[in-house]
């Protein structure tokens, strides 16, 4: 089970305009869909145009979607790219205003699932992250959390923050990056993977963009397991998605095989998720992509 944001991202660069189906927790659910494991997202879409292609989207990549309806239309995320620059995102006002109704269905879904992956959450939402909290509570899934704050999503962040800690302790697995820990925080992600810890989340995943990423959890002890990037042929074409294609590496496995029990067996988990998203980032889009993909296959075609 994902929970959390689909949208339509649009793409201005200095190639023109593109628009791709995304939001972080649809990338999510893709992507463990793609590694093959049986998904259902939990989010909010539109009745219109937009909502059409993501549920088209989803169903070619045989993901089950629980939707919310969404009064002003499908989200959307617009980035400015021109000149190789860091991109700027605006979100319309689906995206500013996004709420996920948790009934019946969804807390029956959350319940029935073994694993249960939030991301993009409006955690600064507290009767919505309340529902969302009640929702997992009363099951035996296993949560993983990826803040993943948008700027441009958030109404106040310091709620934001106090929503995320709030859930934290429940969950088994947080993935935080270099930038969620500047925004959310003001401090290094050294010093939030300790602040994870210390709010007795057992496993703390950590994505350094071109760095890397390691792993803090019970089983290393008080050791951190380092992965650097993968050194793959080919010029990366885009970084959008990369995070989203690790944290679905890493669930992925753990949902097949279990919590590894030592550094080698975390090693494997951290090395195939840095291929990952390595080939993810030699492919326009965030469509979690694998290391097969980039011998002559052309799948730019496959999916709506």
């Known amino acids: ?19 791709f189906v995304g939001g972080a927790a649809l990338n999510v659910a893709v992507g463990v869909a793609r ?14 145009d937009a909502g059409a292609r993501i549920r088209a989207y989803l169903a070619d990549f045989d993901v089950e979607l629980l939707a919310t309806p969404s009064p002003l239309g499908t989200s959307r995320a617009v980035s400015e790219r021109a000149g190789g620059a860091e991109p ?22 959350i319940a029935d699932a073994p694993m249960t992956v939030v ?9 919505q992250a309340a529902e969302f909290a009640t929702a997992v509570h009363g099951s035996s899934t296993r949560l993983v959390i990826d803040p993943n704050p948008r700027t441009g999503m958030m109404r106040d962040l ?23 820990a500047h925004l959310m925080f003001g401090e290094s992600l050294d010093d939030s993977a300790e602040r994870m810890r210390e709010l007795g989340v057992p496993i703390v995943l950590g994505t350094r963009g071109a760095d ?20 793959l042929p080919g010029r990366v ?7 989203d294609a690790t944290l679905s590496a890493v669930v992925a496995r753990l949902a097949q095989d279990g919590e590894p029990r030592d550094a080698e ?40």
């Open 1 to 19: 089970m994902v929970v959390g944001d689909a949208l339509i991202d649009e793409m201005r660069d200095d190639l023109g305009v593109r628009e």
């Open 35 to 48: 590694l093959g494991i049986p998904t259902t997202l939990i989010a909010m879409v539109g009745d219109d």
């Open 88 to 109: 700027v995102y605006v979100f319309n006002a689906a995206a500013q205003a996004r709420r996920i109704r948790f009934g019946d269905v969804e807390r029956a879904a």
């Open 119 to 127: 991301s993009c959450f409006p955690f600064d939402d507290a009767a």
């Open 158 to 180: 310091a709620e934001f923050v106090a929503g995320f800690e709030d859930l934290a302790p429940r969950a088994s697995l947080v993935k935080i990056g270099d930038d969620d």
């Open 212 to 231: 890397g990423a390691f792993v803090r959890a019970v089983a290393l002890g008080d050791d951190e397991l380092v992965a650097p990037i993968a050194d």
């Open 237 to 243: 074409v885009d970084t959008m998605g990369a995070g």
């Open 265 to 304: 067996g975390w090693r494997g988990v951290l090395d195939e998720a840095m291929l990952i998203a390595a080939t993810t980032c030699r492919f326009e889009g965030a469509l979690l992509r694998t290391p097969s993909e980039l011998r002559g296959v052309d799948l730019d075609s496959l999916g709506t």
